[in-house]
């Protein structure tokens, strides 16, 4: 494991805190309402595992314990809560991921099923259904986004 403490805390505090904040405060409120849809973002690396980026791989796995978790506490006040984990997303972000790696779009992308990186509109259409009451019936679930990588 060659990464740096300080690395690892910072992604931690990132994308597990962050995570672990807005359950706190937004649970009370749903669950005082008596209703609700959290829908947390994690990754398909959240599902998997990758060597050289376990700060990363450790705090989206996280995201899953803290969704199941959170969906059992939160069940009885008609409140639910799902995780989704897109693949690569073809964002800016991507882009400087893409440089800071020196490596292509389409060679990353070699490695989706569908032989593409998601879109924007991918993730959102899965996000209004879980917000939607067509998914009253939907909690402490995890959604791949991936184009296929999940089959692999």
């Not at 009370?28 to 690396?45: D, E, F, H, L, R």
Request: hydrophobic share 40%.
């Amino acid at each position: 494991m060659d990464q740096k403490v300080e690395d690892f805390d910072k992604v931690i505090s990132v994308n597990v805190r962050g995570i672990f904040l807005g359950l706190k405060y937004v649970l009370p409120v749903m669950t005082k309402q008596g209703y609700g849809s959290v829908i947390n973002t994690s990754s398909v690396a959240g599902l998997s595992g990758s060597p050289g980026v376990s700060p990363y791989i450790a705090s989206k796995h996280a995201v899953v314990g803290l969704t199941k978790a959170s969906a059992v506490e939160v069940a009885s006040s008609n409140v639910r809560v799902n995780s989704i984990h897109p693949s690569p997303v073809n964002t800016r972000m991507m882009r400087s991921l893409e440089e800071g790696m020196n490596v292509e779009q389409e060679t990353l992308a070699q490695s989706i099923p569908l032989g593409r990186y998601g879109e924007s509109s991918d993730i959102a259409n899965l996000v209004l259904f879980l917000a939607s009451d067509d998914s009253l019936f939907i909690t402490g679930v995890q959604y791949r986004v991936d184009g296929g990588m999940g089959a692999l």
